[in-house]
């Protein structure tokens, strides 16, 4: 991992932690919220959630889904690079509210 990615995922934590740690009730139901937690998550997951790259698209995928996904990074049941990293301190409501955020976006195409 280069120093540049390294940056980024700190830029990003920070910014999660900031939305996060305001504990403000059902992050979706505040769109200035949703939009800077969005943002935390975007910067590698793409605009509005579509990935460009070689990221996972998260935005239009069942709400089900991205809350298991998210769970597992975080309890360690999913195995990846960095997702378990940025969400192990995330509660289950705020999992819950991210993934019907990103759940409510139109995916890829849509
Ligand atoms: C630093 C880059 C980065 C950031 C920021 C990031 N992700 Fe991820 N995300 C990844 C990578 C890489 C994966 C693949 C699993 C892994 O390697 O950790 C992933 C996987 C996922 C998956 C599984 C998707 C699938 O289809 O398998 C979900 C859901 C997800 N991220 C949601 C989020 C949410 C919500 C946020 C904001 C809280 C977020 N991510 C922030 C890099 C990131």
Redesign the pocket.
């Given at each position: 991992m280069t120093f540049h990615t390294q940056a980024?995922?700190g830029t990003?934590a920070l910014a999660?932690a900031i939305v996060i740690g305001a504990g403000l009730p059902g992050l979706a139901a505040n769109s200035e919220v949703a939009a800077v937690?969005a943002e935390?998550?975007t910067?590698?997951?793409g605009p509005g959630g579509v990935s460009e790259g070689e990221?996972?698209t998260?935005a239009g995928?069942d709400a089900a889904t991205?809350t298991e996904?998210?769970r597992g990074?975080r309890d360690g049941t999913l195995q990846?690079?960095?997702?378990?990293k940025?969400?192990s301190t995330l509660s289950d409501e705020e999992i819950a509210a991210?993934a019907e955020y990103?759940a409510a976006l139109p995916g890829a195409g849509q």
């Open positions: 980024r995922v990003a999660l937690t935390a998550c910067t590698c997951h990221m996972p998260i995928q991205l996904a998210l990074y990846g690079t960095i997702m378990g940025l969400v991210l990103f």
